[in-house]
């Protein structure tokens, strides 16, 4: 079973539109607070060789990337921290305020606790004072599916090109494009840390529609293996890009870059070049 | 090392005033936001015998009774799961449901994780709508301090009086209590989670005062073996009963039942029955 499997067992009990967003939802009379988790852990999420540092910042940024994804503004980070060696703290809490601090955010403590393996979990709130958060349903048939950034880098540092080693260590959020996304009239968003193929699956379940993309139009990293890349940024995960959707009349209130890969569509169908795209991506199994 | 040796690490990061209460604190227009987060895990947390459904009540609990010991009312959790084997999963998500439903808060999901042990950190979102937080510093000398219900159940059901075996798996957090005593003019408050003792040196230090208390007025639960009881409540955690600060003049405000067990004062001392008390309590070490 994987994760995305597991969080049926959770949406009957905390209700569909509780577990489907990158962030809960919280309306207040003076905004819209969005709130998101996340939990990392020395095994699985943190490559040997990133420094503690490199672990703090990485912790908060996942989170602040959840909350670009709804277009709102990080507010607040509390971070839980399990510790296998009281070595490391120092450093963790250094990466961890830095990356708030480069969005705006105030790193304000959190939990300390023992444990047998380093795991952190980094907790944000983000506020809309302006309008609705973008979630993942809204996507419509017409619309133009839009990423920033390039993708793949994450996996490729991951898998031994020392030029993509810090995109991997230390993801930059996507902040000031969430908004910006969110304020041109994007329909629906959500951030690819899984993977653009999964990611497209999630919204087009959302949203109950299909998609269809053009694996030429991927924006790639340069000088790279194209075909590790384009493997590593459909079904990778690590790049913290955001992927959105708007329509061909909102386009033009876009003003930062973004690639187009593809359009929505009726159909239901997930496809690239025109063939069914295999639902794989970054997801945790028991 | 302990937790609050190495919070000193934390503190010249992050602020003394971010670091110093059970929540973070976070202005808005329309309100004061407090947030805590508490990891928890299975060999340090959760006794064999606790059912899955307690791992998700207690795990929740622990969160809603520090946003209450800042008199806040809690809107909102979020629980992040690292599972080590996804039978328990829905089990801990109805209790943790069940204690967010209980105590007026939205469950509202959050992520899900594979971990070598069960870990779960639960992060809730409160509000104060009229007034300020309750904070650790803010005791007076002359202060009367208060605490809620009896103290010592946790330990004694940890240690094998069965009677109290409920008290340590499904605790009952303060929220009402929390609230009454800050509109009753409350000057300090913390839940004293990690036992009575270190909990009057917590607030302490944060409020420059001493203490004195007697141990025969520390409220114990009725026909357990009163030296064990005591030493549960003094020096034991689990109890999730709040400690709270309140002037003489200001009692008769309080509409609900608190025992009072000593008085604050200038000396910087810390005792019980005029020794002076032990430092002792519910650490984390390493």
């Avoid at 690239?272 to 970054?282: E, F, S």
Wanted: glycine share 10%.
């Amino acid at each position: 079973m994987d994760d995305r499997a597991l969080l049926d067992i959770i949406r009957p009990v905390c209700g569909n539109d509780t577990c489907s967003d990158d962030c809960a939802i919280l309306p207040l009379p003076c905004g819209t607070l969005v709130t998101s988790t996340d939990m990392l852990h020395e095994r699985s999420d943190f490559p040997a060789g990133m420094t503690g540092w490199q672990i703090g910042w990485m912790s908060v940024a996942v989170t602040i990337s959840d909350i670009a994804a709804m277009g709102a503004e990080p507010l607040q980070i509390v971070l839980a921290i399990g510790l296998d060696t009281e070595e490391r703290l120092a450093e963790i809490v250094l990466g961890a305020q830095a990356c708030c601090e480069a969005y705006g955010a105030v790193y304000a403590g959190g939990d300390l606790d023992a444990h047998s393996e380093l795991t952190l979990v980094s907790t944000g709130v983000g506020i809309i004072r302006d309008g609705e958060p973008v979630r993942r349903a809204g996507a419509k048939p017409g619309d133009i599916i839009c990423v920033t950034g390039t993708l793949g880098r994450a996996i490729l540092g991951l898998t031994g090109d020392s030029r993509f080693w810090k995109d991997l260590c230390e993801p930059q959020p996507r902040v000031r494009e969430g908004t910006l996304a969110r304020l041109a009239g994007a329909t629906a968003m959500m951030d690819i840390s899984d993977g653009l193929a999964i990611s497209l699956y999630d919204i087009a379940a959302e949203s109950h529609v299909g998609m269809e993309i053009s694996s030429g139009q991927i924006p790639l990293p340069p000088n790279a293996d194209m075909n590790l890349a384009l493997d590593a940024a459909l079904y990778g995960g690590g790049d913290f890009e955001l992927l959105f959707f708007i329509s061909e009349e909102n386009i033009k209130n876009l003003t930062f870059p973004v690639t187009q890969i593809g359009r929505v569509s009726k159909s239901l169908k997930i496809t690239m070049d025109g063939m069914k795209l295999p639902k794989k991506g970054y997801l945790h199994h028991w």
